[in-house]
Nanobody, 125 residues
Framework: VQLQASGGGLVQPGGSLRLSCAAS????????IGWFRQAPGKEREAVSC????????SYPDFVKGRFTISRDKTKNTIYLQMDNLRPEDTAVYYC???????????????????WGQGTQVTVSS
């Protein structure tokens, strides 16, 4: 299992970014997969998860309406569209999965087994 995240950068408050996570070694049609983040001095937290077998998504309240997770089956890649970004969204963002987990909700409330490298997102004026 390999996960390659990209797309981070510096953006002003209110701006948008789209993160990508290319998966290899497995197909995004069964396991749940998601995005997590960790800010300096804080614990890692889930920001969105997707059940790839039924497209059910899970979001914590602090990103609902601003972040959207999606999948491109042809590219075996997931995306995180982040809109209306806030300074408190600054963190290293990771994509992660657990091949034995089908539920997006369960993945977002657990510690996945497989992680990609992080990509830095900085929201600042």
């Amino acid at each position: 299992v390999q996960l390659q995240a990209s797309g981070g950068g510096l953006v002003q408050p209110g701006g948008s970014l789209r993160l990508s996570c290319a998966a290899s070694g497995f197909t995004l049609n069964r396991p749940a997969i998601g995005w997590f983040r960790q800010a300096p001095g804080k614990e890692r937290e889930a920001v969105s998860c997707l059940s790839t077998n039924n497209d059910i998504t899970s979001y914590p309240d602090f990103v609902k309406g601003r972040f959207t997770i999606s999948r491109d089956k042809t590219k075996n890649t997931i995306y995180l569209q982040m809109d209306n970004l806030r300074p408190e969204d600054t963190a290293v963002y990771y994509c992660a999965t657990d091949l034995g987990q089908l539920s997006s909700y369960a993945l977002c409330h657990s510690y996945p087994t497989d992680w990609g490298q992080g990509t830095q997102v900085t929201v600042s004026s």
